[in-house]
């Protein structure tokens, strides 16, 4: 079931970026859009193991990074990332779900390479976002809270792997302002390889993560946002809307 699910999100990007490639000559922007700005937010993950069904509770962690916007045509861009990200799970007692009894935590560098899809024009705007994201594992923590012969699983002891590739997306609202621009989105991202060493390639052994919550974000447009002046307007005072530096004319 998760082959099927990779293989219709791998198609549908790969859609996307063919789309882009034939829509990008129509709308190229001279100078292009770059930006770049803080992000934070709290994200929820999970592993599913094809073992046998789990019953899990969620690890709740903050990530914050850094993002970098670069815009060559109107509506289509390229967001990259540079993030802290948590991910693990927690599992129950199957006895006794109120009770806890293992929980894992795996820190990554996380590396999103997204296609940036806009919708709307001047001070709001509808962002998708899709893509590939690396992530590499710089630290992890792991707890046994009780000890249940009848409950403890063979990857209790595996050791994870250090370098994951997910598959990304997102949607949100991008609101333009005189102060910079803020973005706010919910992001999802399931990995395409196992979170933990494996034996063998067989499908027991299987360990995918999932990840998503809700991220905020402070843009500030470094260069090609404000509309370059007219060669007859030379001589006049600057109109309102070339002062207002977040929008382009040729919107």
Same mark, same amino acid.
């Given at each position: 079931? #998760? #082959?099927?699910?990779?293989?219709?999100?791998?198609?549908? $990007?790969?859609?996307?970026?063919?789309?882009?490639?034939?829509? %990008?000559?129509?709308?190229?922007? &001279?100078?292009?859009?770059?930006?770049?700005?803080?992000?934070?937010?709290?994200?929820?993950?999970?592993?599913?193991?094809?073992?046998?069904?789990?019953?899990?509770?969620?690890?709740?962690?903050?990530?914050?990074?850094?993002?970098?916007?670069?815009?060559?045509?109107?509506? $289509?861009?390229?967001?990259?990332?540079?993030? #802290?990200?948590?991910?693990?799970?927690?599992?129950?007692?199957?006895?006794?779900?109120?009770?806890?009894?293992?929980?894992?935590?795996?820190?990554?560098?996380?590396?999103?390479?997204?296609?940036?899809? !806009?919708?709307?024009?001047?001070?709001?705007?509808?962002?998708?976002?899709?893509?590939?994201?690396? &992530? @590499?594992?710089?630290?992890?923590?792991?707890?046994?809270?009780?000890?249940?012969?009848?409950?403890?699983?063979?990857? !209790?002891?595996?050791? %994870?792997?250090?370098?994951?590739?997910?598959?990304?997306?997102?949607?949100?609202?991008?609101?333009?302002?005189? @102060?910079? #621009?803020?973005?706010?989105?919910?992001?999802?991202?399931?990995?395409?390889?196992?979170?933990?060493?494996?034996?063998?390639?067989?499908?027991?052994?299987?360990?995918?993560?999932?990840?998503?919550?809700?991220? $905020?974000?402070?843009?500030?447009?470094?260069?090609?946002?404000? %509309?370059?002046?007219? /060669? &007859?307007?030379?001589?006049?005072?600057?109109?309102?809307?070339?002062?207002?530096?977040?929008?382009?004319? /040729?919107?």
């Amino acid at each position: 079931m #998760h #082959h099927i699910y990779r293989n219709i999100i791998c198609s549908f $990007f790969l859609l996307l970026l063919s789309h882009q490639l034939v829509e %990008a000559q129509k709308n190229l922007l &001279d100078p292009p859009r770059i930006a770049v700005g803080l992000k934070g937010g709290y994200y929820s993950s999970a592993v599913g193991f094809t073992t046998e069904p789990i019953s899990q509770s969620p690890v709740l962690a903050p990530t914050y990074g850094f993002l970098f916007k670069y815009n060559a045509e109107k509506f $289509f861009g390229l967001q990259v990332e540079l993030n #802290h990200i948590t991910a693990g799970w927690g599992e129950f007692n199957q006895e006794d779900f109120t009770e806890t009894v293992y929980e894992r935590k795996l820190n990554y560098i996380s590396l999103p390479m997204l296609t940036n899809i !806009y919708l709307g024009k001047k001070n709001f705007q509808f962002v998708i976002l899709v893509g590939p994201q690396f &992530d @590499y594992m710089i630290g992890e923590s792991k707890e046994v809270i009780t000890t249940l012969d009848n409950q403890r699983y063979d990857y !209790y002891d595996r050791a %994870a792997n250090p370098f994951v590739v997910s598959i990304a997306g997102g949607a949100g609202v991008n609101i333009l302002t005189k @102060y910079g #621009h803020f973005q706010i989105e919910g992001r999802f991202s399931a990995s395409m390889t196992d979170v933990l060493k494996a034996d063998s390639r067989s499908s027991t052994n299987r360990s995918v993560s999932t990840i998503g919550g809700l991220t $905020f974000s402070y843009i500030l447009p470094i260069s090609g946002w404000k %509309a370059k002046p007219s /060669d &007859d307007n030379t001589n006049e005072a600057p109109s309102k809307s070339n002062d207002n530096w977040e929008i382009r004319n /040729d919107q």
